[in-house]
């Protein structure tokens, strides 16, 4: 069983097996809930925004989304 200490900042470092055994990379969401005097800590699954971004850079669907959501912006301002 991994054992892991408390930083004067509070914070806790998941021991390297854990981090490998649940595939959690730096940047990884966590929830951690007290339960019964516990504490349970669970990686959250990436949001869809947050796994596709970047994905799409330098495609022209998206250059033709950023153009139009640009001109709705500045036709919105000219009222």
Known sequence: MPITK???KGQI???KEVREKLGIQPGATLRVVVSGGKIE???LPKKL???LY???SGNKLVKAL???HA???KSENRR
Do not use: A, K, Q
């Open 6 to 8: 408390l930083s004067s």
């Open 49 to 51: 925004i947050d796994r």
């Open 54 to 56: 970047g994905r799409f």
């Open 71 to 73: 001109r709705e912006n």
């Open 41 to 43: 800590i669970e990686p």
């Open 13 to 15: 470092v998941l021991p």
């Open 66 to 68: 950023e153009d139009e």
